[in-house]
């Protein structure tokens, strides 16, 4: 007869780092698209290291059993080593082909938003929502609507907002054992 082992990390330490890193890419993206910066070499250069540690996430995320979680990070790490493969290899993507890349991923976040109704921390619905919305807008900029910019740098900018709050409020209830800062969990 076989033993089960199970391998678990400390609670919530994928879940943090994931989300921080992912929201230290679309803070970078929320900055070009409100045009304060051009920040898409930034987006180029970080955006490879961003998808290794999704992989990361994703791997703690499986062995600590949270299937959500592989969900979520699993699909973003090859979203972004496939957006920014090109620009490592000297290729350049066509905006038709990184609007497919984007209403593709954009779909898997609409499921996961969906997924995320069921588990009781309620702002990670929100979050997804947003990055859902934004993933569509950013499509739609790439399809040539030049006047979503502003709309894809504001859509950026509140789900990077939102990403570090949650992430400080997921340090917060780990640190504390008790919610310091609203995640809107449901008994």
Known sequence: MAEESNVHVKVAMADVMGILVVAMFTFAVAVFGLEIDNTATLI????P????????????????ENLLGTAIF???A??????TAPAILGV?????????????IGIIALID????????????PILLGVATIAFFVTAA????????KLAVGALWMIYSLISFYMAAAIVMLVLKGKQVLPLLIKA
Request: charged share 5%.
């Open 113 to 124: 938003t969906l997924l995320s109704l069921a588990q009781p921390v309620k702002l990670l």
């Open 78 to 83: 090859v979203f972004f080593l496939t957006i």
């Open 74 to 76: 699993g699909p973003l």
């Open 141 to 148: 900029f790439y399809w040539g609507s030049a006047d979503m």
């Open 92 to 104: 350049e993507l066509s905006a038709e082909s990184t609007a497919m890349l984007l209403v593709v």
């Open 44 to 47: 180029a250069a970080i955006g």
């Open 49 to 64: 290291f961003v998808g290794i540690l999704c992989i990361v996430v994703t791997v703690f995320m499986y062995l600590n």
